[in-house]
């Protein structure tokens, strides 16, 4: 199988202090991975990292063999979903619609390519 999301020895300095540091893996298409820790042990920085929004210190995060900040931000929204722990939503609204909004870039629908355009 094909490896499509790589991390290469990520480190991350938030506040004057590390909070990752060396950290590698590698996951292929189709298999399931959990990233499990005590509170504070830096998972969701992990993922921010992965699908990058946030940039490491050090180290160096690949999709699909490509620097991931090498992607044009509609590329890389086809290829990566997000949901922040933080998120919000006004009113009621499914598990299902949830996955539908981050699916939309995967859709090509116009308001991803305008946040796109705005995000280049």
């Known amino acids: 199988m094909t490896t499509r999301l790589e991390a290469h020895d ?5 506040g004057g202090r590390r909070v990752l540091d060396g950290v590698s893996l590698a996951l292929r298409a189709g298999e399931w991975a959990a990233i499990v820790g005590p509170n504070g042990a ?4 992990l993922l921010a990292v992965l699908a990058g929004l946030q ?5 160096r ?3 699909d063999g490509r620097p991931i900040d090498a992607w044009p931000a ?7 979903a997000w949901l922040s722990q933080h998120g919000e939503a006004e009113g009621e ?6 996955v539908r909004l981050g699916r939309s870039c995967s859709a090509g629908s116009a308001s991803c390519r305008a946040a796109s ?3 280049c």
């Open 55 to 59: 940039r490491p210190a050090a180290g």
């Open 42 to 45: 830096g998972k969701s920085t």
């Open 74 to 80: 509609l590329e890389r929204a086809r290829r990566v």
């Open 61 to 63: 995060v690949e999709l």
């Open 93 to 98: 609204i499914g598990v299902r619609d949830v």
């Open 117 to 119: 355009a705005s995000a």
């Open 10 to 14: 990520v480190a991350v300095d938030l």
